[in-house]
């Protein structure tokens, strides 16, 4: 087995035959046996050790991988078979003539998202909240936040969501911490950690402290950086795809942080679909789920 030593855990390849399957990495030290690796466009893989001569250490920027930096890695027989980009392109060209573009993804998925967006980025434009805080008027902006909450095409939060939200603004007593962290949170073009966390504690404040809620205002209003989270749809796509979401049913930063990668990661991937900002993403995410569009 000459050279097979070389393969340690973590070492970054490519398979001299198998490109299709693009960067792998090696997920444990391989032995006199057998080397076991897991490739972006593959997934796991376990090749004879005498196969070790059609691997090719990669480094570098070469070795870049925004999948493999964030590489899932279910326990055996306790996740759906990994579906790849190429499978999933190919789904979404089946259940969507015309892809992301197409005549079908507008009327089901893409229009009433425009709309959203539209009624955002009206609602929540800068200097309308700004004057709104320079006078004062914070209950307004609770108003307005809620506004999007309720709206009759916003199928982002549950009903129950919806409700826990209105029930929350009619007691609530921070209107001026609300409207605060809401401007905070919904104006900047980037998100920031601290935004994020204090927005977040008012919702909890709202007993409605939920993902659907939190980011659906920077997903319209920011679409060309910022992400949906739909927890169920996010964390099963996230799986077959085989990419770490850490994803945890509390707000937090890092579930947010590593869905902003995921996003990067499927923009990339399907960039021969021309996605023109993250509600193509979003729309391509969906199709991911195979609760939606069962491969």
Not at 79 to 101: I, Y
């Amino acid at each position: 087995m000459t050279g097979t030593m070389q393969f340690k855990k973590g070492v970054r390849v490519r398979h001299l035959t198998k490109s299709e399957w693009g960067i792998g990495q090696i997920l444990e030290d391989s032995n006199t046996e057998t080397i076991r690796l897991f490739f972006e466009h593959g997934g796991e893989k376990t090749l004879q050790a005498v196969a070790a001569e059609k691997l090719r250490v990669v480094t570098g920027s070469e070795a870049t991988s925004l999948h493999l930096d964030n590489m899932y890695l279910p326990a055996s027989g306790k996740s759906r078979p990994m579906v790849t980009m190429e499978q999933a392109k190919l789904r979404l060209l089946e259940v969507f003539p015309g892809g992301l573009h197409g005549e079908k993804m507008q009327q089901r998925e893409r229009g009433y998202k425009d709309e959203l967006a539209k009624f955002a980025a009206e609602t929540y434009a800068g200097p309308r909240l700004n004057q709104l805080m320079q006078v004062g008027q914070y209950p307004k902006v609770v108003e307005l936040a809620y506004s999007l909450v309720k709206h009759r095409e916003n199928n982002f939060p549950s009903p129950f969501e919806k409700v826990a939200f209105g029930n929350g603004i009619k007691t609530n007593t921070r209107a001026h911490q609300f409207a605060k962290s809401f401007c905070a949170w919904v104006l900047p073009e980037q998100p920031t950690q601290q935004a994020f966390e204090a927005f977040a504690i008012e919702l909890e404040h709202l007993n409605c402290a939920k993902w659907p809620i939190l980011t659906a205002y920077r997903f319209l209003m920011h679409p060309q950086i910022d992400v949906l989270i739909k927890p169920t749809n996010l964390a099963n796509a996230a799986e077959v795809v085989r990419f770490e979401i850490n994803y945890r049913s509390e707000l937090n930063w890092l579930t947010y942080f590593s869905v902003m990668e995921f996003y990067k990661h499927v923009r990339k991937g399907i960039a021969d679909l021309d996605p023109q900002d993250n509600i193509d993403v979003q729309n391509f995410i969906w199709c991911i789920d195979p609760d939606q569009y069962p491969l």
